[in-house]
């Protein structure tokens, strides 16, 4: 069968037989973006974090049927190194990997986080944020939440009230 | 004599078994049919509707601590999950975050339309079956149903009837469904309505 994807703003065409293939897999080995990463395939971890619609997703628990005419958006999609998202430049300014293989997940899921609570608290955080990482990065990526949500809002043009 | 005595014994063990094996694996239904009189007293449509209600599919979703429980040990929601403002989770980490409207078999994550703890008021958690009974029909705490739209929702919502569908856990293995037939709890549940939901005193 074929689907209809909106990725990172552009329109993809996947031919794919099982339309319950994991979008994960859809994203990482026919689309070629690699930073969504697996995990633990059982929607755990966090590390395939990815949006939907604006909505953080684990999309190794999603079947690529449901993506159908939907709005994804990867790691890829965030930013870039010219205009980097306020996560990505916050965790670069706290130097927040280690091994980096969770971050991506961590990163679309502060990215949500932030859609929705400008500036979380540490209990906002500690709710929202339960992706798993091996190399206990949970100190500096608190730091960089709370400095994404101070960029977020240096960056964000004020309204007229 | 007694030698062929023991000979027709055996060979009566026999056919026994091999009726036995013949008949395993015959998966036609998971419920056996089990009729009044393999009974002392006969089971009532209350009993039946209870022993699904009271099952960990069903009870795992109403929980009275606002966390939802998980697997047949009932065991709270990994990673902190919680009610959160609207059933549904937290704000950014939601139900749907992980869940979608439908099973999934290569996660093992259960899923189905409107998946969602059910409301605060409807725990069912730690209640025997007649104070569940009691809360089903109270329209303080049902949802302000009556108790004809108690009844379809029993007996017709997805994610009620997800019951008999809960898919595979992480490992492939099936979750185990309520104890009696999606078919037979129904039955049992209209007839109940029917015959005017009265709750037995125990």
Known sequence: MTLSLNVNGAAQTVAITDENTPLLWVIRDLLELKGTKFGCGKAACGACTLHIDGEAVRSCSYPVKLAAGKNITTIEGLGNEENPHPVQQAWIDEIVPQCGYCQPGFMMATAALLNKIPDPTDADIDRNIINVCRCGTYYRMRKAIHRAAAIQKETTPKTEE | ?202
């Not at chain 2, 009556?146 to 490992?171: I, K, N």
């Open chain 2, 1 to 202: 004599m007694r030698k062929k005595q023991t000979w027709y014994a055996l060979l009566f063990a026999s056919v026994i078994g091999l009726f036995a094996v013949a008949n395993y694996g015959n998966d036609a239904s998971e419920y056996i049919t089990v009729t009044p009189t393999d009974f002392a007293n006969e089971e009532t449509p209350f009993d039946t509707m209870m022993r699904v209600l009271t099952h960990e599919r069903c009870v795992n979703c109403h929980p009275n601590d606002h966390i939802p429980k998980q697997g047949d040990d009932s065991h709270p929601h990994y990673f902190g999950m919680a009610r959160g403002t609207s059933n549904m989770g937290f704000e950014a980490t939601r139900c749907t975050s992980c869940h979608q409207s439908e099973n999934n078999a290569y996660s093992g994550v259960p899923g189905a339309p409107e998946w969602s703890l059910a409301p605060a008021q409807m725990y069912w958690e730690g209640l025997n079956r007649i104070e569940i009974a009691k809360s089903m029909l109270d329209p303080e705490r049902n949802g302000g149903r009556t108790p004809e739209e108690t009844m379809h929702h029993l007996t017709e919502h997805e994610l009620v009837l997800w019951a008999w569908d809960p898919g595979v856990d992480a490992s492939g293995i099936p979750r185990e469904k309520p104890p009696v037939s999606k078919e037979d709890y129904i039955k049992a549940v209209k007839q109940w309505f029917a015959d005017g939901h009265i709750i037995p005193s125990e």
